[in-house]
């Protein structure tokens, strides 16, 4: 008498006789750890992708007037923020370390100061999360 269908052992590509349910529970237990690795696996490439893009900045901007940089990188990084004049690094407030929105979104607003001389300064914008670190940078153009 012949076994159930679902009992009818098979040899396989490899040579092992395997039950079509014991197949059945291999390839569950396969895909389901392809699954969880590959989404373990976009985490740690999500951190190891870190990166930050200033994507817009307040330029030219006059001394005595409000300069605003806006920049993109993972939600909830830790970032701060530079600008280098030609008197050293600018100690203006508003210019304080902050967390990216849960967009990635991270923004600063500072008053240059009335007697910054013109030119073209660096601005960093610096972001770091999970040990991993990125920076961008751009000038900021002071006119009178």
């Given amino acids: 008498m012949p076994e159930p269908e679902d009992r009818v052992s098979r040899k396989d590509a490899g040579g092992i006789q395997m039950g079509r349910l014991a197949r059945s529970s291999v390839l569950v237990a396969i895909i389901g750890l392809l699954i969880s690795g590959g989404l373990a696996l976009e985490s740690v490439n999500a951190a190891a992708k870190l990166s930050v893009k200033i994507v817009s900045m307040t330029s ?7 300069a605003t940089v806006e920049a993109q990188t993972a939600p909830n ?5 530079a600008v280098e004049y030609a008197s050293g690094a600018s100690q203006a407030s508003g210019l304080d370390q902050k967390t990216a ?10 008053r240059v100061g009335p007697n910054t001389t013109p ?17 961008a940078k751009k000038s900021i153009d002071v006119k009178k």
Avoid at 122 to 135: F, H, I, R, Y
């Fill in 60 to 66: 030219p901007v006059t001394p005595g007037t409000d």
């Fill in 77 to 81: 990084a830790t970032c701060t923020i």
């Fill in 101 to 110: 929105d849960s967009k990635g979104t991270v923004s600063w607003t500072w």
């Fill in 119 to 135: 030119g073209k300064y660096p601005v960093t914008v610096s972001c770091s999360m999970d040990g991993k670190q990125a920076s």
